[in-house]
T-cell receptor, first 113, second 114 residues
Framework: GESVGLHLPTLSVQEGDNSIINCAYS??????FIWYKQESGKGPQFIID?????DKRQGQRVTVLLNKTVKHLSLQIAATQPGDSAVYFC????????????FGKGTRLSVIA | KAGVTQTPRYLIKTRGQQVTLSCSPI?????VSWYQQTPGQGLQFLFE???????NKGNFPGRFSGRQFSNSRSEMNVSTLELGDSALYLC?????????????FGPGTRLTVL
C-alpha cells in the first residue's frame, strides 16, 4: 500500500479496545486542528476537526482532545475495529489565513483481531 | 460525486528526467494543493493553486513547479529528477482557499526515481 514504508510509531490495539493516538503540534498561533486517516493505497481522509476555542469534540466513535497549554492533541477511537487500521495524522492551521496545512509525522494504528 | 483523481498512479523515472503529474479536483472545487509524502519527512506542502494562480508555495526547489487550468485541473512538474524525489505525491482539492474549507485528497501518484 501507499503508506507502507513510513517510519512511524506504531500503536497496536486489541479489537474492541479503545485507542488513543497523540500528537504534539508546533505553532502556538494555530487555532484549527484536523485528524486524518490514511489507509493503504489511499490518500488521507478527514476524520474530525477542532477549533482552539474548544478542548473536546466528539464524533462517531471518535473524540478529539485539545490541550493548548502544552500544544497537544489526542484522538480517541472507541471500540477499535479492524477497519480502523491505518496511519493517523494530525494537522494544524490558522483560520482566516491562507496558509497551508502543517502535518504531524503520523502514527500507525494496528488492530489485532 | 467523483472524488479527486490523480494520474498516473505509478511512475518510474531515471535521474535527470522530468515528470508531469495530473490532478482532477472534485467538480466545483477551485483550490488544488499538492503534497509530497516520504518516509523520512512525512507529508510536506508543495504548493496551492486557486483560480489558476499559485497562492502558496512550500519550501521546495524551483525544480518543482505547477499550474492550474481554467477547469481547475492541475498539473505539477518536476524537472531534473533526483533520487530523493521518490515519493508519493498527493493532490487535495477544496471548495475555496483557507483552513475553513475541507481538503479532499486523491489516492496519490507513486513516483520512483532510479
Amino acid at each position: 500500500g501507499e503508506s507502507v514504508g513510513l517510519h512511524l510509531p506504531t500503536l497496536s490495539v486489541q479489537e474492541g479496545d479503545n485507542s488513543i493516538i497523540n500528537c504534539a503540534y508546533s505553532n502556538s498561533a494555530s487555532d484549527y486542528f484536523i485528524w486524518y486517516k490514511q489507509e493503504s493505497g489511499k490518500g488521507p481522509q478527514f476524520i474530525i476537526d477542532i477549533r482552539s476555542n474548544m478542548d473536546k469534540r466528539q464524533g462517531q466513535r471518535v473524540t478529539v482532545l485539545l490541550n493548548k497549554t502544552v500544544k497537544h492533541l489526542s484522538l480517541q477511537i472507541a471500540a477499535t475495529q479492524p477497519g480502523d487500521s491505518a496511519v493517523y495524522f494530525c494537522a494544524e492551521n490558522k483560520i482566516g489565513r491562507n496558509t497551508p496545512l502543517v502535518f504531524g509525522k503520523g502514527t500507525r494504528l494496528s488492530v489485532i483481531a | 460525486k467523483a472524488g479527486v483523481t490523480q494520474t498516473p498512479r505509478y511512475l518510474i523515472k531515471t535521474r535527470g528526467q522530468q515528470v508531469t503529474l495530473s490532478c482532477s479536483p472534485i467538480s466545483g472545487h477551485r483550490s488544488v494543493s499538492w503534497y509530497q509524502q516520504t518516509p523520512g519527512q512525512g507529508l510536506q506542502f508543495l504548493f496551492e493553486y486557486f483560480s489558476e494562480t499559485q497562492r502558496n508555495k512550500g519550501n521546495f526547489p524551483g525544480r518543482f513547479s505547477g499550474r492550474q487550468f481554467s477547469n481547475s485541473r492541475s498539473e505539477m512538474n518536476v524537472s531534473t529528477l533526483e533520487l530523493g524525489d521518490s515519493a508519493l505525491y498527493l493532490c487535495a482539492s477544496s471548495l475555496g482557499q483557507g483552513a475553513q474549507f475541507e481538503q479532499f485528497f486523491g489516492p496519490g501518484t507513486r513516483l520512483t526515481v532510479l
